[in-house]
């Protein structure tokens, strides 16, 4: 198997990626979500066919599980009599290590705190950790995703949340990777659009105003798609959304835009964006105004000159450096 070849399992509630590492005999596998029990065999699975019968070193990153099962602890054990060495465990979170204590089983393996500590380690060279710390980076990429899942998980009846995901999913793609995106104008896409807000805005440690944690841009998409479909389309089908954005060394820049009734200033809540949401969004954002949607590419329900809002955010003096 190539050096540094990576298997991904990714479901709803729960991502791993198992990296194997041949020359150096060591196999990282980073973890997210929650270890349930019927994620768990697929996992071991995987592990057991990459190993093919050998004995490997392995790295486990659990810093962003936030559950683990008796079946998950079973598939640490798995490792553990299954390792050339060491078994290497991220130091868990409280709630993920009390059944460490509870199984006593705490004292088995070896723990870091940062992928850099395991520098020097037999076989754990500079090229392996920088492989591992930039799959860390992916797997942190895909947290807006589960927060849109979640909050799509608000509009929608259990048994269609699968159905809908998969509906989905060319909308979460553009909304991880593109830089503008046109949606339906139905509130549960206040899910997708929380994704590609959270990816443009989630960099609240370099706005010199108001932060923006991701509470504030899940009330954001909200806000704004609520707004398209009751107050521009009307709740008739067939409206979409479009959002855009731009950056530069000192300011981000979204628009937001649909083709529906129109923003009227001074008209009543009714007729347009209320105010309430403008005073919402005014406070969240340094600069904010509202206007007629741009002429031309119009696509789907038109019902008159449409809104586009434009919302900016100053970065702090040193943000692009």
């Not at 593109?178 to 805005?201: G, H, N, Q, W």
């Not at 509470?215 to 409206?239: C, D, F, R, S, W």
């Amino acid at each position: 198997m190539a050096h540094g070849e990576t298997h991904i399992i990714d479901t709803q509630n729960f991502h791993a990626a198992v990296m194997v590492f041949d020359q150096a005999e060591l196999c990282a596998i980073l973890l997210s979500g929650s270890m349930d029990t019927h994620v768990v065999p697929q996992l071991q699975d995987r592990v057991t066919a990459v190993a093919a019968g050998q004995r490997y070193n392995f790295i486990v990153d659990l810093d962003e599980v936030s559950y683990i099962s008796s079946t998950g602890l079973g598939f640490l054990m798995f490792l553990q009599k299954r390792q050339r060495d060491f078994v290497y465990l991220s130091n868990p979170r409280p709630a993920v290590m009390k059944p460490f204590n509870l199984f006593d089983i705490k004292s088995l393996f070896r723990y870091f705190q940062l992928v850099e500590d395991l520098c020097g380690q037999a076989g754990i060279s500079d090229a392996v950790l920088a492989a591992v710390r930039e799959q860390k980076g992916a797997m942190r990429a895909l947290q807006p995703r589960k927060r849109g899942l979640e909050i799509l998980a608000d509009y929608l009846d259990n048994e269609k949340e699968l159905y809908e995901v998969r509906r989905m999913t060319p909308y979460i793609h553009a909304a991880e990777h593109k830089d503008a995106i046109t949606l339906p104008a139905e509130e549960k896409y206040a899910s997708v659009l929380y994704m590609f807000l959270d990816r443009v805005l989630g960099r609240s440690n370099t706005y010199r105003g108001e932060p923006l944690d991701e509470g504030t841009i899940e009330l954001i998409a909200k806000e704004l798609m609520t707004n398209a479909v009751k107050h521009g389309y009307g709740h008739q089908p067939g409206g979409l959304v479009e959002v855009g954005y731009v950056t530069g060394p000192a300011r981000i820049e979204i628009s937001f835009t649909d083709r529906g009734r129109g923003y009227a200033p001074g008209a009543r809540p009714e007729d347009g964006l209320p105010s309430a949401g403008l005073v919402l969004l005014r406070k969240l954002f340094d600069e904010l105004t509202i206007s007629e949607a741009p002429p031309g590419g119009a696509e789907g329900l038109v019902l008159g000159k449409g809104t586009m809002v434009r919302m900016v955010k100053y970065l702090k003096a040193d943000a692009g450096a």
